[in-house]
Structures are given as structure tokens and as C-alpha cells.
């Protein structure tokens, strides 16, 4: 059950005013009395402990004051007022660099930790390069299921992994997220159906319709949160498309310089063993004509011209290969920016090194 109202879906909300620690427990005391009112009484322990649970998730709700840029995300994400209920109840920061490293730990060579749920609270890696912005509205709902995921009983919560490991069989000739979840087998072992659950309610737009029943608790328009990381992924999908393109304007290039260059060699050796003949046998008399003479002479200054031609046609094309090959260098850099932008471990400067210490000045030696 809800505890807790938004004025409008999308927007805060105004929790009641701050109270005395005294007035928190007499308050909890009091949702204690109505809920057991609600459910009756004996309660079982599983029952006492998802309703202890919502208590506690409750008073954190009103207690927390999400900022700008944690209301933001709830709301670009489509979060449903009990999305941002279990996202506002972990307590959710927006981290610079080092702090994030400090709580959620480093990225790999393997993956890129931009967002984790410790349990009890949700921290977001600040993504400042705009061009990825929505990033932090995929993570903040990605870490909100892991929240909703962890507070579901196991009768619950074993029938929602049936569920998933059926959706993820129609997918399961994804590479991309097959290698995933065997990173995630090998840096969180045992969060394989926690990780899916995340990863389909955020990234998958068409699920299985008792998938779509259960994502619908959460957001009320999950498109959104799909959409958001299409729109993340394309910045990439397109740099890499320009330089799949560039790779292969560069390549088919490089290979038709060497194979004019190699024909302008080869021809540019037949001619200059034609000019030493021709002169051999102009010098031995062997031409016997003025006529021959001027003929062979034209034809050989024709092939002159010709190679002329064509050497100044290989640089010309030595020129457009150099541009092409800047074009591909600048989208790598562009690449590797924006990977540098989602790599918490690229944007802590390292520590100092300490200034060496002086060697001790020796003590002078009295003369004896």
C-alpha cells in the first residue's frame, strides 16, 4: 500500500514539517496501531516484516528532501508515485567522482559502474557531459527496481525470476547482454534475476505481458525510461557508425594510393629503361630518321607527361586520405571522451607524489 501522496504524478512533495525525534516515534507508533488495525491481528512474521519495512521506508519518504536533480530523474524516468516512493525511501545522492568511487567502488575493464543500491540508500554518478545526460534518469530507475527487488517476500519474488529468466530466454541471442551478465556473474554472483529485473523494467520496450503488469507499479509511462536509454546508447551507436563508415573510407583509400602508387613506380622504372635505350640508339645511329626520331621522342615525352599527371593525382588523393584519417582521429577522441565522462576512475586526479626528500647536508669535519 501507499503511505504517502503526490500532489500531481511527476512533481515533489511537500512533506510535513519537520518534527522532534520524540514526535517520529509517536508518529510510527501510531501507523503501527492503524496498520495492525488494517490487517488484523495475529500477524505472521513475514507480513510483520513488510510492514515494518514500509514503515520505515514511510518516515524516510517524509524526511527525505530530494533536490532538483533527484526530482528530475523520478520525473524523466516516468516513475509512478510508488517508483519514487521506493526511490526516494534509499535516500538517493548525485556523487562527484570520488565520492561515488568511495561507496559504490570503481569501474573495469569490463563495465562502467555508473549507479549502485547499498541496501539502504541509492547513489547516481554525476554525468556532467550533457550529451549523456539521460544516463541518470536509466540508473536512478535501474537502482530503484533493485530497491523494490530487495523488499519483495521470496514467494514474490521467486515467481517474478520465473518471470524474468522466461523474458530472458527470447533474448538470450543478445551478445551485448549475455557478455553483461557474465560480468555481473562474475562481480556480483548470486544477483543474476535482481540484475535482469533492473535491466528489463529500464532498457527492454516490449516485455511479456505479466512483465508489463508488474513494471506497471512502478512507472506510469515506462516508455520513457526505455526511450531515455535509447537516446544514450544512439550518441554512441552513432560516433561508432561514423567511425565504422570513416574506417572504411580510410582503408579503401590507403589501399588504392598503395596500389597507384605501386603502378606509378613500376611504370615510372619501364620508362626511364625506354629513355636510356632511346638514347643508346639515337647515339649509335641506330634511328635512321629525323621522322622516327621526333615520333619516339614525342611518344616518350607523352609518357612523361602522363606519369606527371598521375603523380600529382597520387598526392592530391595522399591529401584527401590525410583528411579522411583526421576525420576518424577526431571521433576517436570524441569516443573517448565521452567514455571518459561515465569513468569515475578517469576524473579522480591522482594523488600527489611526495617531493623527495633532501639528503641530511653532512656535518663539517674539524681539522686536526
Not at 495475529?42 to 515494518?52: E, K, L, T, Y
Not at 556532467?128 to 523488499?151: C, F, K, N, P, Q
Request: aromatic residues 8%; proline residues 5%; contains cysteine.
Amino acid at each position: 500500500m501507499t503511505l504517502f501522496d503526490f500532489d500531481t504524478p511527476g512533481d515533489g512533495f511537500e512533506p510535513p514539517a519537520p518534527r522532534s525525534r520524540a514526535s517520529v516515534l509517536i508518529r510510527r507508533i501510531a501507523l503501527i496501531v492503524v496498520i495492525a488495525v488494517i490487517i488484523g491481528v495475529p500477524v505472521g512474521a513475514v507480513a510483520w516484516s513488510f510492514v515494518h519495512q514500509r514503515i520505515e521506508d514511510q518516515v524516510e519518504v517524509w524526511q527525505y528532501r530530494p533536490s532538483p536533480a533527484i526530482s528530475e530523474m523520478a520525473a524523466e524516468s516516468g516513475m509512478s508515485d510508488e517508483g519514487r516512493f521506493y526511490f526516494f525511501a534509499s535516500a538517493p545522492t548525485v556523487e562527484n567522482a570520488a565520492d561515488f568511487q568511495s561507496v559504490c567502488g570503481s569501474s573495469s575493464d569490463d563495465f562502467v559502474l555508473l549507479g549502485c543500491y547499498t541496501g539502504s540508500n541509492i547513489h547516481v554518478f554525476d554525468v556532467a557531459d550533457a550529451r549523456l545526460s539521460g544516463i541518470r534518469g536509466v540508473t536512478a530507475a535501474h537502482e530503484m527496481l533493485h530497491a523494490v527487488y530487495a523488499r519483495l517476500s521470496d514467494s514474490d519474488r521467486n515467481d517474478l525470476d520465473v518471470l524474468l529468466e522466461q523474458q530472458y530466454e527470447a533474448h538470450k541471442d543478445d551478445p551485448d547482454l549475455a557478455a553483461r551478465m557474465l560480468s555481473y556473474a562474475t562481480t556480483e554472483p548470486g544477483q543474476r534475476d535482481n540484475e535482469l529485473h533492473s535491466i528489463f523494467g529500464t532498457e527492454v520496450a516490449s516485455l511479456s505481458p505479466a512483465l508489463e503488469a508488474h513494471y506497471a507499479k512502478y512507472f506510469t509511462d515506462r516508455s520513457k525510461v526505455v526511450a531515455l536509454n535509447a537516446s544514450f546508447e544512439a550518441v554512441f551507436n552513432q560516433i561508432h557508425d561514423q567511425e565504422s563508415a570513416l574506417a572504411a573510407q580510410v582503408s579503401a583509400a590507403g589501399d588504392a594510393i598503395d596500389r597507384e602508387s605501386a603502378q606509378y613506380s613500376a611504370d615510372s622504372d619501364t620508362l626511364s629503361n625506354d629513355v636510356a635505350d632511346f638514347n643508346r640508339r639515337a647515339s649509335a645511329g641506330d634511328i635512321v630518321s629525323r621522322a622516327e626520331f621526333d615520333g619516339q621522342r614525342t611518344a616518350l615525352e607523352g609518357r612523361q607527361a602522363d606519369l606527371a599527371t598521375r603523380y600529382t593525382g597520387i598526392q592530391s588523393d595522399i591529401t584527401a586520405y590525410n583528411a579522411l584519417r583526421d576525420q576518424l582521429e577526431a571521433l576517436n577522441s570524441q569516443a573517448q571522451e565521452l567514455g571518459r565522462s561515465l569513468d569515475s576512475t578517469l576524473q579522480v586526479p591522482p594523488a600527489p607524489t611526495p617531493a623527495p626528500t633532501p639528503a641530511p647536508t653532512p656535518a663539517p669535519v674539524a681539522g686536526g
